[in-house]
């Protein structure tokens, strides 16, 4: 397969003049594997057997491209409710597919803490993750790679009955940006409760795609997106919420906060709702604009300089995302890891 990918596609594809159908991807021809799977403590497996095949966020076109290139997809044990945290520092092109299983009932928190080197490269992590009768999977990701990097984070889960995933995401770092998130509601009372906190500066680009799929009765999804632009930054999100027929009860909402620090950036915003299903409840809200002069001045008159004024709206980005995080060991070390970036103590 050529190294020019097309990923991250609108399904089904809209209107093209703002250039928001895809996200185009250059991949090496050749990765090493590992980095991450030797991230994680508890190792399983190497996998041959075709399980845990899934549609990620990104698109079975990435899938089969990492296929080509001989990345084998290796199952990891998480067991207990202590955090697994898996500190992944890419320092050359790189690939891993994860294979994670939540038993029945299980509860099980996550932590992937990912960095570089400025070298140009590129980095893919794959999740795929399934999520049985009654289990709870926190997942929590920090991204704060190089400023050269191209990282690509590949997310794709199954939920079956009463079965809960909480997704937090802090994108901090990286030149590039490629986030794919798919989750399959097809369990009954399933739920995927996602919050993503994202800033891009200094040409930083991040293109996101994330598809809801509710195919069983009464279950739930919940997306929410906060970040803030500035000094050429760019952002495209797809938000997807489809209503599969017979998936009655259903309820499925969006919801964005952005803000532009200057006339360099640019936000691309693609909500999809597509409805097979009459008794359902689907939304999309969205709030982008400027912060408020009013808000600004006020905190100017108390003696803070507008520069960093805009450092602390930036941060508050990140810190919603944070404030989500389920497990309060983790939510310290991803508010300290920011508070780092950020030079504060």
Same mark, same amino acid.
């Given at each position: 397969?050529?190294?020019?990918?097309?990923?991250n596609?609108?399904?089904?594809?809209?209107?093209?003049?703002?250039?928001?159908?895809?996200?185009?991807?250059?991949?090496?021809?050749?990765?090493?594997?590992?980095t991450?799977?030797?991230?994680?403590?508890?190792?399983?497996?190497?996998?041959?057997?075709?399980?845990?095949e899934?549609?990620?966020g990104?698109?079975?076109?990435?899938?089969?491209a990492l296929?080509?290139?001989?990345?084998?997809?290796?199952?990891?044990?998480?067991?207990?409710?202590e955090?697994?945290?898996?500190?992944?520092s890419?320092?050359?092109d790189?690939?891993?597919?994860?294979?994670?299983?939540?038993?029945?009932?299980q509860?099980i928190?996550?932590?992937?803490?990912i960095?570089?080197?400025?070298?140009?490269? @590129?980095? %893919?992590?794959?999740?795929? *993750?399934?999520a049985?009768? $009654?289990?709870? +999977? &926190? =997942? /929590? !990701?920090?991204?704060?790679?190089?400023k050269?990097? @191209?990282? %690509?984070?590949d997310?794709g *889960?199954s939920?079956?009955? $009463?079965?809960? +995933? &909480? =997704? /937090? !995401?802090?994108?901090?770092?990286?030149?590039?940006?490629?986030s794919?998130?798919?989750?399959?509601?097809s369990?009954?009372?399933?739920?995927?409760?996602?919050?993503?906190?994202?800033?891009?500066?200094?040409?930083?680009?991040?293109d996101?795609?994330y598809?809801?799929?509710?195919?069983?009765p009464?279950?739930?999804?919940e997306?929410?997106?906060?970040?803030t632009?500035?000094?050429?930054?760019?952002?495209?999100f797809?938000?997807t919420?489809?209503?599969?027929?017979?998936?009655?009860?259903?309820?499925?909402?969006?919801?964005?906060?952005?803000?532009?620090?200057?006339d360099?950036?640019i936000?691309?915003?693609v909500?999809?709702?597509?409805c097979?299903?009459?008794?359902?409840?689907g939304?999309?809200?969205?709030?982008?604009?400027?912060?408020?002069?009013?808000?600004?001045?006020?905190?100017?008159?108390r003696?803070?300089?507008?520069?960093?004024?805009?450092?602390?709206?930036?941060k508050?980005?990140?810190?919603?995302?944070?404030?989500?995080?389920?497990?309060?060991?983790?939510?310290?070390?991803?508010?300290?890891a920011?508070?780092?970036?950020?030079?504060?103590?």
């Amino acid at each position: 397969m050529s190294g020019n990918l097309t990923i991250n596609s609108l399904v089904p594809p809209t209107w093209n003049r703002l250039k928001v159908n895809d996200c185009e991807l250059t991949l090496p021809d050749t990765f090493t594997q590992g980095t991450a799977s030797n991230a994680f403590e508890t190792a399983g497996a190497g996998l041959s057997d075709g399980s845990f095949e899934m549609l990620c966020g990104c698109g079975d076109v990435l899938s089969d491209a990492l296929k080509e290139r001989g990345i084998l997809p290796k199952q990891v044990l998480v067991t207990g409710t202590e955090t697994v945290k898996s500190e992944i520092s890419y320092k050359g092109d790189a690939a891993d597919i994860i294979c994670i299983k939540a038993e029945e009932g299980q509860t099980i928190n996550i932590l992937t803490d990912i960095a570089s080197s400025d070298n140009k490269a @590129t980095g %893919v992590l794959q999740l795929r *993750i399934t999520a049985a009768k $009654g289990s709870v +999977i &926190n =997942l /929590s !990701q920090l991204v704060r790679a190089g400023k050269d990097f @191209t990282f %690509v984070d590949d997310i794709g *889960i199954s939920l079956e009955e $009463g079965a809960r +995933i &909480n =997704l /937090s !995401q802090v994108f901090a770092g990286g030149g590039k940006i490629i986030s794919g998130y798919r989750a399959g509601l097809s369990g009954e009372d399933s739920f995927s409760n996602v919050h993503v906190g994202l800033v891009r500066k200094e040409s930083q680009l991040i293109d996101m795609n994330y598809v809801m799929k509710h195919t069983a009765p009464v279950t739930k999804s919940e997306t929410y997106v906060s970040g803030t632009l500035m000094e050429g930054g760019s952002k495209t999100f797809r938000g997807t919420i489809d209503f599969v027929k017979g998936c009655v009860g259903a309820e499925g909402a969006e919801n964005e906060n952005m803000l532009l620090l200057d006339d360099t950036v640019i936000n691309k915003t693609v909500p999809l709702i597509l409805c097979d299903e009459e008794n359902v409840a689907g939304s999309h809200g969205a709030s982008i604009g400027r912060p408020a002069e009013d808000m600004l001045y006020y905190m100017m008159s108390r003696g803070i300089t507008r520069e960093r004024a805009l450092k602390i709206l930036e941060k508050a980005s990140l810190d919603s995302a944070v404030a989500h995080i389920e497990d309060e060991n983790t939510r310290e070390y991803v508010s300290a890891a920011i508070n780092d970036i950020f030079g504060e103590e």
